[in-house]
């Protein structure tokens, strides 16, 4: 089974969400239909990221990793500039 890292950015507000999940495409439909307490004000959310793990525990390392708000955001500004090719990649879950 493989695991996956996302980031997802509120399309109404300036908030991001940084989760992990075993399905491709169910926690996103959760956090749209407001199934998520942290997401449930900011609906409507679009995917910035996704890195796939094959274990559960190093998905979750990434997530704990991500979530220091400076490896966030040297991320995204990486991805920005288009370097994200090595670390991960924008991306769509199958729907």
Avoid: C, W
């Avoid at 991001?16 to 495409?25: F, K, R, V, Y």
Wanted: no cysteine.
């Amino acid at each position: 089974m493989n695991y996956y890292v996302y980031i997802i950015r509120s399309r109404k507000k300036n908030y991001n969400n940084i989760g992990l999940t075993s399905g491709e495409g169910k926690r996103i439909k959760q956090h749209n239909k407001g199934s998520v307490r942290s997401t449930k004000a900011y609906l409507l959310v679009e995917i910035m990221y996704v890195q796939e793990f094959e274990s559960r525990e190093k998905t979750r390392d990434y997530e704990k990793y991500l979530k220091i708000r400076s490896n966030e955001e040297r991320l995204l500004r990486s991805m920005e500039m288009g370097r994200d090719g090595e670390i991960g990649r924008r991306a769509t879950f199958r729907t």
